[in-house]
Each structure stands twice: as C-alpha cells, then as structure tokens.
C-alpha cells in the first residue's frame, strides 16, 4: 500500500542554518504530495503541496520538489528562524484518493 | 474564518465511559475526516466520510463509530472508551474526494485520555 517514510528526529538547529528534511514516498501512480506544519498546541497546517512530477511547492521560504525518479519529496528552507520550531508532516494522498497517508512527522528545534 | 471547529478540546474519560467528538466545517467542503495522532506514529486515519449521508473505514476503525449528520457535521464516537484511545484526535474536511491537487484543512485537535 502507499506509505511515507520521513527522516526522523528531533532536528536540532541554530537559527540561519539550513534546513533539509527528508521525505521518501512509495505509491501507486503519481499521487500529489504535501507538506504539513504543526506547531505546539495546535492543528496541521498545510505548508506547500506539489501534484505532479518536478512541481515545486512553495511557501513562507520552504521549498520541495517533487522527484519522481527517486520517489521523494524533500522539505528545504536556506535560513530557519526560531519561529520555525515545530513538528514536520510529510503526506500524500492515497490510491484510492479518499485521504491524506502521513509520515511519523519530523521535529524541528531551532535555537538563537 | 472558523475553518474547521472541534469540540471538547479537552476530555478526560473514565475507561468503558461513552463519548462523542463533534466536528463542523463551514467551507461547505464534500469529504470530511477523523484522525488519530499519537506519538511516533503520525496521523492515522479513524474513518472517513466522502459525501453526507457515506461513511467508510480508515486504517484504525475498531472501537469507534461515526455519523456524518449533515454537509457540515461528523462526530465520532467511542461507544467504550478504552486507554488504548488515549490520543489526540483531528477532525479534517476536503473540498472533493481525493483528487489532483486536493487540499484536507484540519481542525485544532481533541486531547483525550483514558484512564
């Protein structure tokens, strides 16, 4: 079945640092993919998306691109700020297009 | 915007108690979901409801139920709360079924414990 494999953490940086996060895919088809931020106490919120291959997502400085040939999704940003702390989904929807399949989630923790 | 709204955000049970997690949207989104959160395990989905008046089982369904009562609602039950639920739980909703591009919008979650 579809399942996300994301590098796992906690990812411990200083601030200006920069920030790759690691996201595999397996998958049937050419399913679109998503990047999802969650900070303390809060909901998800989705961060960037890409829904085809070489897409770039986009968002508040983080970047991903959808690689099909290597099946990943990786999650950059050139210069994290503290206000960056959170936890980091990567997901994908599923074959049956009916939900969102997510990774274990990545913990970012950056310090000035 | 309200977005997607849960109630209680907060909820401490007893174990075989009985309770239900209610969710609105008000984006007049068709698909709506419930997922699990727990530790180093990321989201898992419970159930999911395509279209008001359809309901189908996610990844995790057993000791739960569901109903979408109308477009905007969907609750989710634990009829006999066990301290495996112990969990927080994430309400989501979805413009269409799955799709190219689609994007699931997520409530703050419910933090519930069972002892």
């Known amino acids: 079945g579809d399942s996300v494999t994301q590098m796992e953490g906690p990812v411990t940086l200083s601030e200006e640092a920069f920030l790759t996060i690691n996201c595999t895919y397996t998958a049937t088809g050419y399913p679109s993919l998503f990047w999802y931020v969650q900070y303390p106490g809060e909901g998800l919120q989705l961060l960037l998306k890409a829904t085809k291959a070489d897409d770039k997502g986009s968002n508040k400085g983080f970047e991903a691109t959808y690689r099909k040939e290597t099946t990943s999704f990786h999650l950059e940003k050139g210069s994290v700020q503290v206000s960056d702390s959170a936890v980091y989904f990567c997901a994908l929807i599923n074959q049956a297009g009916t939900a969102l399949i997510f990774g274990k989630g990545t913990t970012l923790s950056v310090s000035s | 915007n309200a977005g997607v709204t849960q109630t209680p955000k907060f909820q401490v049970l007893k174990t075989g108690q009985s309770m239900t997690l209610q969710c609105a949207q008000d984006?007049?989104?068709?698909?709506m979901y419930w997922y699990r959160q727990d530790p180093g395990m990321g989201l898992r989905l419970i159930y999911y409801?395509?279209?008001?008046?359809?309901?189908d089982k996610g990844e995790v369904p057993n000791g739960y139920n569901v109903s979408r009562l109308n477009k905007r609602e969907f609750s989710l039950r634990l009829e006999s709360a066990a301290p495996s639920q112990t969990s927080v739980y994430f309400c989501a909703s979805s413009p269409r079924e799955g799709g190219s591009g689609n994007t699931i919008y997520f409530g703050e979650g419910s933090w519930l414990t069972v002892v």
């Open positions: 984006m007049n989104h068709n698909s």
């Open positions: 409801s395509a279209s008001e008046g359809t309901t």
